[in-house]
């Protein structure tokens, strides 16, 4: 019980970084903004090896693998996706490696 | 001092997540922010997996296999199934997080009651009830969005549709107090699943009701929940890493939630409890309206003529799959020294930021992408305003008819332009089921058609016509 002070301040103030640097995204980025921000929350992966890689009761294993599977998913998809769209962003500018 | 080397990199990974959010900001720096992302991504996967707690490694072997497996063909897509991706990706996330919560506390009964808290209960039942009703919340979005034939597409409504939500919400809530009070009696292992069923049910009830329209701002609620799960999450294990990192995914889907909810001028429990899609059957009967049509030739006389034209883009030109023919009218109205604009309005589409991604594939410089505020205040300049596929974000009834169900919501001020030229599939309403004014207007012509092939009509008209200045020249020596 004691733990859940500290906690609950980095609960706190992850939320307000988070509130400040992406209430100045470009408005341009919201789609890339929203793949990277589910490989991001694909983080829940370190709760999920640890189910599965611990010493623990098969059923308990399977859930676990089945949510790495799940969450591992989501980073390599999420990540490779922002990729792609953001390489495609060009200023139309000579010199930038785009085709106008 | 293992314990410490893990902290550390935790602590190194909750930073570079930081930076990478930072570094959206612009397009100039975006590619570096997934570079941080993959790094803070495998920093916590390598330095978790090494921990001496992890024994069994062919199983994680495995399960990452099957990540990659799946991950790679998803983020191939074509760009207009973007928005069914990312549903999908939500709906992961939720499944990842309930299963790895109802792991903990099977765990938990049967190797250490004593950790089984009331304080980590909350945050365990959080997890899973948030968890599950992402997991059916987003499959049943991803079902509209890709039309999947047995999810319906219009909104579904029943009598006492909010008092049974609340009824079950309730109950939910009582099952919620009971396990926290008493996590390990004899009932509770029984309990449990009841909670499980109950979020699987909430996902799909809270989804049913809302219309294609609304899917931007659910999209977004939908993000948010499955960053609060990973915080839940982070709650049960104490590891601030997931707290940090799903803060962040929380808050950018509130906030992209908030922006939804403002350009369409609506409150967060009027999307998701107020059924839209229904008033308007009323208003199509009052009297027959007249459309005027015109032919892709004629539209492309007047294009010629023309110093400003503005692109409005909505869902039909996702649906036709119409924007590299929309680059390709781009080309042919600047080689005549045309400027031409894009007007992007936030909700356009199906999730934020949906038609700048399509237009940015299709090679068209973002400087040319203008926001509706940027761009509204030129409208009167405008000479052409061409609606590609976009019908209740360029309505007038928003700013004057006081009974439309989108009256009051920002709309890029299409009417004010010189002269109109509206693509359509159909001459149907569009999603939202709602007439639109600017059909009629006197300054306004319709192109009845697929989006992709009007404007291919209108590219070759372009193409072939006598009209540019530079074929004159060429005929001239």
Known sequence: MMDFWPT??????????????????FRLLHTPLMSITNAISAISVVGSIIVTGGDYPLRIRILGAIALFASMTNIVSGFLI?????????????GEGSRS | MMLGVTQLAYLVASALFIFALHWMNTPATARKAVYAGVAATSIAVVFTWAQPMVIHHWWIVLAIIAGFIVGVPLSRVPLTAVPQRTALSHAFGGAAAGLVGTAEY???LSEGPEHLTAFRMIALITEIVLGYLTFTGSLMAAGKLQEVKWVPQRPVTYPLQNVSNLLLFGIALVLTVALTLHPTAPWAPALFPVIIVLALLFGVL??????????????????????????????????????TAGALDGSSGLILAIIMCRAMNRSFSNVLFGAFGQ???????????????????????VLEQADFVVIIPGYGMAVAQAQHKVRELYDQLKKRGITVKFAIHPVAGRMPGHMNV?????????????????????MPQCDVALVVGANDVVNPAARSDKSSPIYGMPIIDADRARSVFAIKRSKKPGFAGIDNELYFSDRTWMLFGDAKSVIGELVKQLASGAGMPSAQALSVH
Do not use: C, H, W
């Open chain 2, 279 to 301: 008033v308007q059957q009323v208003k199509t009967a009052e009297g027959e309206k007249v459309y005027k049509s015109e032919t892709p030739e004629g539209a492309a006389q």
């Open chain 1, 82 to 94: 922002t990729d792609r769209m953001l390489k495609m962003f060009k200023t139309g500018k000579p």
């Open chain 1, 8 to 25: 609950l301040y980095v609960f706190v103030l992850a939320t307000f970084i988070g509130l400040g640097v992406i209430r100045r995204v």
């Open chain 2, 358 to 378: 399509l237009l940015a594939e299709a090679d068209i410089p973002y400087t040319d992408l203008l926001e509706m505020d940027e761009i509204n205040p030129d």
């Open chain 2, 106 to 108: 099977y765990l938990g």
């Open chain 2, 206 to 243: 809270l989804i049913i009701p809302i219309g294609g329209a609304d899917m931007p701002t659910v999209i977004a609620i939908l993000n948010a929940y499955a960053g609060l799960s990973a915080v839940a999450m982070g709650f049960v294990l104490d590891n601030k890493l997931l707290i």
